[in-house]
Each structure stands twice: as structure tokens, then as C-alpha cells.
């Protein structure tokens, strides 16, 4: 159920596009489709003795007779085959009445036709020769139709509708099958078994802007574990280039906007980004810090109210390094001066790096790319980070498609 509503709300502009696309085929349909009308002959059958139901039913099987039908075929110069197919009785069950109903392109000629039917009945049955007695009286003669039987546009577009729906559910269902990748936050919380806590739109201005998205992010994660506040978070995400930099670096901001003291860590010791992204010059960094050429308060730098601490010189065993003490101490050093220390990290599952900064982290935050990161590849990284016993906190998606269906697209995790 709940699977099928995720599926609506995803696939809403298709199933759209698919009533309307059906709605469409069914009035172009229903106006190639001939007019035709029906008119109603009733006649009652007459007889002394009572009238079997079995022989009622003989005389519906005259109606339709060729022996009937040719003649008025014959003057109302109408194909005989084709109009015994447009002839139809009907017998009313506990009654001797008979229906003649026939259907034709022109309204006029039906009704001539089942009164015609009616009219001739009577003599025909005598000229069958051994019922002299029996009388078929018209009791209600057939009247000029004035709206045809068929085509029936609002029942063909609602059937038209309804064929494009059920097209279209089907193709979101196979759509659902065939594509792994997270599509939406609920996607994400699911493969993370955490809670989204905030999605970040497609957005060619970053890396350094500072929307509502992050802002939303600031505040979600101040009520995650209410106690056990994480005053070290690990940004990670399963693959390269899903925005776990920009993401470190807005955060930051965002968080240094609410007069909070905050530590920036560029952790990434394979291809460090903050420094090169924030402008920064080539100095001394994190890799200087744990080597013992540098001590931290010399290699910090003021950013824009944050505290950088960049990656320094790329070390030939960078994971060596994340999980040395000295790395401990750096994380303990800084988490003492500052209100959040941001780490981020390289991706989870082409290398251990993230893995082992995830033990010096009190939580870890996973950014996912919509439409690209893969479910299986969240669950493999949440189990790696399950093995080394770190707390994830939540997710983020990155890279959200715009959502003009709602009004808050990135309030739904927020606590105002
Ligand atoms: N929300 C976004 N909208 C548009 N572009 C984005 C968004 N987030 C990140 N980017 C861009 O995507 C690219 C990769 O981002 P980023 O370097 O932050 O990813 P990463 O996960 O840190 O990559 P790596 O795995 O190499 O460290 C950058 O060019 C960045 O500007
Ligand atoms: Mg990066």
C-alpha cells in the first residue's frame, strides 16, 4: 500500500500524461466510430390458449428470420445479411410481449424497419399456416430515435482513462523494478535505516551557498539523539563525487551563521577539496598535525567564521594516518574549542579511510545522489559503518530533483 502511494506521488505527472494521452485516443476513437440508433418495436402475441415461454421464444427466433427479413431488406434496399445482424428480439420472462430492436446509421430507417417487423410478424406466423388463431398486435410502435446508442463519448473517455492509468501504474511498477538508484528521501532513510535529514537541491551555485536546504539540515540535526549530541560528524557517502565537500562546507557555514564555534576538517587525505574550494593558499594542514612538523593551532585557518583545518600534503598511507592516535588526539583537541567539528571524508566503499574516521566521530552523516547513488551500495556502506560500530545519524540527498508538486520541499524533516 504504502509502496503504491510512493509510487503515485513519484509518477504523478505519468499517470497524468497517461489519462490524458487515453482521455485523447478514446475521443479520436469514438469519432471515427459510426453513429448508429436504435429504435423499438413492442408486440404483444395473442392467443386463445396460454403461450409457452418455449414458443415465445420461437416466434423472437421469426423476428430475425431471412424469411422476415428479406422483404424489408429488399425495399428498404439493405444488404439482407447485414441487416439481419443489425436485428435483435427480446421476450420479456412472464409476459407474451416481444421486442424488435434494430439498430441503424440512420434513425428514420431503424424505426421504419422495427415497426416494419412488426407489422409483418402477424402474417408471417399465418403463413406458417398453423396457428390461425394467434394475433401480434404493435402495442408500442417504434419512434424516430434522437440520440444514438453508440458511440458513447463520456463512457469511451472514461474507459480511455482508465486503460492509460492502468498502462501507466504498470510502467512506474517496472520503472520501480529496474532502477535501483535512490530517488527521494524516503528511498534514502530506508537503505540507511536513519531518517533523512535534509535534501539538497540540484544547484549549479555551489559549492558555497548557503540555502533554506542547509539551513533545514542545521536544525534537523540539532534533535538528532537529543542526549548524546554528536559534536563530531563524519560526512561520508558511499561513491565519489556525490557532493560530500560541498555539503561539509555549507554545514559548516550554515552552522557558523548561529554564532556556534565550528571546526571544518578536510579528512580526505586521497583528494582533498576544502582548500582548493574555500580559495585557501597551500599550507600546512591535518597531514602535518598527525606527522608532528605542525601543531593544530598553527595549521587552523579563519574562514568566514569557521575554523579549516585542510588536508595538508597527501600522504603515501592515508589510511594509516586516519586511524593513527594522533588522529584522536586532533579530534579530541578540536572538539574541545569548538561547539561541531564537520569531517569530511573520502567515499566508504572504494577505500577504509571513511570507515576508520568513523571511529574517532561521535556520528556520521551519508549523502546520497539522487538518481545516481545505488540502494545496494547505501546498505553495503551502512554495513561497513554497522561493523566499526559508528553511528549513523542520518542521510542527505543530494542533488534533488525540483519539486514544484510541493510547496516545502525541504521542510519535511524540520522542527520549528
Ligand atoms: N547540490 C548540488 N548541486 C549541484 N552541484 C553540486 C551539488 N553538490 C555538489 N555539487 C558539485 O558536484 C561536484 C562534486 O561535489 P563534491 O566535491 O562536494 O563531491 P564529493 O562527494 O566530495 O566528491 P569526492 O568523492 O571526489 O570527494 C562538485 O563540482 C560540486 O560543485
Ligand atoms: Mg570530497
Known sequence: MREGVRLVRRGWWILLLAAVGGAGCALLVTGHMPVKYAATASM??????????????????????????????????????????????????????????????????????????????????????????????????????????????????????????????????????????????????????????GVIGRDRRQPLAVTEAFRALRTNLQFVGVDGRPRSLLVTSSGTGEGKSTLAINLALAVAQTGRRVALVDADLRRPSIARCLGLEPAMGLTDVLAGSARLPEALRRWRDVDVLPSGRIPPNPSELAGSPGMLRVMSDLTADHDLVIVDAPPLLPVTDASVLATVCDGVLLVARAGRTRRDALTQATGQLGRVKARVVGGVLNFAPARPRSPYPESRMTFR
Open 44 to 197: 404483444m402475441i395473442d392467443q386463445r390458449d396460454a403461450l409457452s415461454q418455449q414458443r415465445l421464444k420461437s416466434y423472437a427466433g421469426l423476428v430475425t428470420s431471412r424469411r422476415l427479413l428479406l422483404e424489408i431488406a429488399v425495399t428498404e434496399r439493405l444488404d439482407p445479411a447485414a441487416l439481419a445482424g443489425n436485428v435483435r428480439a427480446e421476450t420479456v420472462p412472464g409476459t407474451v410481449l416481444l421486442r424488435a430492436i434494430v439498430t441503424d446509421s440512420d434513425p428514420a430507417r431503424a424505426a421504419r424497419v422495427a415497426n416494419r417487423i412488426g407489422d409483418e410478424l402477424s402474417g408471417l406466423i399465418h403463413t406458417l399456416g398453423n396457428r390461425p388463431a394467434i394475433k401480434v398486435a404493435v402495442i408500442d410502435p417504434a419512434t424516430v430515435p434522437v440520440s444514438p446508442v453508440s458511440p458513447k463519448p463520456p463512457i469511451n473517455v472514461a474507459a480511455g482513462i482508465l486503460l492509460g492509468l492502468v498502462f501507466a501504474y504498470g510502467l512506474l511498477m517496472l520503472r520501480s523494478r529496474l532502477d535501483t538508484a535512490v530517488a527521494d528521501s524516503d528511498d534514502l532513510a530506508a537503505a540507511i535505516g536513519a531518517p533523512t535529514l
